[in-house]
């Protein structure tokens, strides 16, 4: 009997498991897309205007970074596709050479300004209130304007925590509406779309969305709906849920994750992708993310703290330069916090290499094969060997694929 949806073309992704995890889901593998080879598990900076505040592209690229987010809704705005067609997409618009993820992001934030039918998404614009349509097929016609790598479907959004009927309207449409991304997708050769998964904290409306994602076989898949206020404990039963019945030949993206207890159990659930603007967000308040914690450098306790941002840290930041052997200290980022930009890019450069450095170190514990005893010495350090404080959530997730952060064994 002949499928009644339409089926992706051939695509322009390649997804090879290079190691799997012994004892978890985790696993190491090696995504190619048009613009290069990405190594997951990958954590994505969120570029949402073709440009990752406080950052030129040659500092990200220099940082390692071999694929980012932009947002599908805002360049649609500004520049619009006009201007994006004009100059040859988003990789040319941004000088970024590198692979680039487009989706609808921020769905959830921008519901008051919207009203959902099955026709689409009818926005008030953010900067001048004027009306704009966002069907299934406009979303993939302004991803083939900019061109991403990755181009995400149109999908119906509830808020995580939303019950009832709607959460179930929300899981149909979103598969009624990725037959119409499909079919729209003008550039299947050279633009990868991946399916969202939908159905809130339903796990049988989660069953229900995998099963008919799947059949659709897209390049790659989205854990969406998820990171909106939810309990951790709910939210990492979803994702193990969802990746026990995902495809495992390939990629598997949750959606708006950044916290690296969160990535990194994520992780060990079976995910290969994570984006959030929780890096560059956070360096705008004075917040330096570290092995040990998070550091608000605006505290007074910073102002004759004369050490790097974080010990033994490789970013361009914190490393020693050549004048005296001394990387930029804690005392300059908190005098520049509250006053100078520069101290925001300064924190963002760090705090984006923390991100990739996290997710490049997980990747060589999965393929030696030491990703259990990695997580501990995650964990233990975070929370300065205490295990009393660390997240039972945490410790509950893990126990549910065979690693037990209590247990000093190795």
């Avoid at 890096?279 to 917040?287: I, L």
């Avoid at 990387?327 to 520069?342: P, Q, V």
């Avoid at 929370?383 to 997240?391: A, L, Q, R, S, V």
């Amino acid at each position: 009997m002949q499928s009644v949806f339409p089926q992706v073309a051939k695509s322009a992704l390649t997804y090879e498991v290079v190691a799997q995890c012994s004892t978890s889901k985790a696993r190491a593998a090696n995504m190619t897309l048009p613009h290069g080879l990405v190594e997951t598990p990958m954590f994505m900076p969120v570029a949402t205007q073709a440009s990752l505040k406080g950052l030129t592209p040659e500092q990200l690229e220099d940082l390692g970074c071999k694929i980012c987010l932009n947002n599908t809704y805002h360049l649609g705005l500004k520049p619009g596709k006009d201007v994006l067609d004009a100059i040859g997409g988003a990789h040319k618009l941004q000088s970024w050479p590198r692979n680039i993820l487009t989706g609808i992001f921020q769905m959830v934030s921008l519901l008051k300004l919207a009203t959902i039918t099955e026709e689409g998404v009818r926005f008030l614009s953010p900067h001048d209130g004027t009306p704009m349509l966002l069907t299934p097929e406009h979303s993939i016609e302004l991803q083939n304007s900019i061109g991403s790598d990755i181009i995400m479907q149109l999908d119906d959004v509830v808020h995580t925590l939303t019950t009832g009927p709607r959460v179930e309207e929300a899981m149909h449409r979103s598969i009624r509406w990725l037959d119409r991304c499909i079919a729209a997708n003008k550039n299947p050769e050279r633009q990868n779309l991946f399916a969202i998964i939908q159905g809130g904290l339903d796990l049988d409306l989660r069953r229900t969305c995998c099963i008919e994602m799947a059949n659709r076989d897209t390049p790659g898949i989205a854990i969406g709906g998820l990171s909106g206020g939810e309990a951790k404990e709910q939210f990492c039963k979803v994702v193990s849920y969802c990746t026990d019945l995902l495809p495992r030949n390939k990629p598997i993206y949750v959606m708006g994750v950044g916290y690296a207890e969160d990535m990194l159990v994520s992780v060990a659930l079976g995910v290969d992708l994570f984006d959030c603007v929780y890096p560059t967000r956070t360096a705008r308040f004075g917040n330096a993310i570290t092995a040990k914690g998070v550091l608000n450098l605006r505290n007074k306790c910073f102002a004759t703290d004369y050490g790097p941002v974080e010990e033994d840290c490789t970013c361009p930041i914190c490393t020693p330069k050549s004048n005296g052997g001394m990387g930029i200290t804690r005392s300059l980022i908190h005098h520049l916090a509250a006053k100078e930009t520069s101290g925001a890019h300064m924190l963002t450069l760090h705090n984006v290499h923390y991100q990739l450095n996290l997710m490049r170190a997980a990747r060589q514990a999965i393929i030696r094969d030491e990703f259990p005893s990695f997580l501990k010495d995650f964990f233990a350090t975070l929370h300065g060997g205490n295990k009393e404080k660390f997240p039972q959530w945490a410790v509950d997730a893990l126990r549910t694929v065979n690693i037990d952060l209590l247990d000093d064994s190795r």
